[in-house]
């Protein structure tokens, strides 16, 4: 990959937050493409 040891846990740190916020209260929420914001949450 090229990445420095420091740098490879940061990008999986930042991966697991963004999986974590997919879900609430135990349920999947579902990212969809917005043209305005780039992303938006759609309840499952």
């Known amino acids: 990959m ?3 040891e420091s740098e490879f846990y940061r990008v999986l ?3 697991l ?3 974590c916020e997919g879900y609430r209260h135990g ?3 579902v990212y969809k493409k917005s043209v ?3 992303r ?3 309840e499952n």
């Open 2 to 4: 090229g990445y420095s």
């Open 13 to 15: 740190n930042r991966a």
């Open 17 to 19: 937050l963004e999986f």
């Open 27 to 29: 349920e999947l929420l």
């Open 36 to 38: 305005d914001s780039g």
């Open 40 to 42: 938006e949450l759609q």
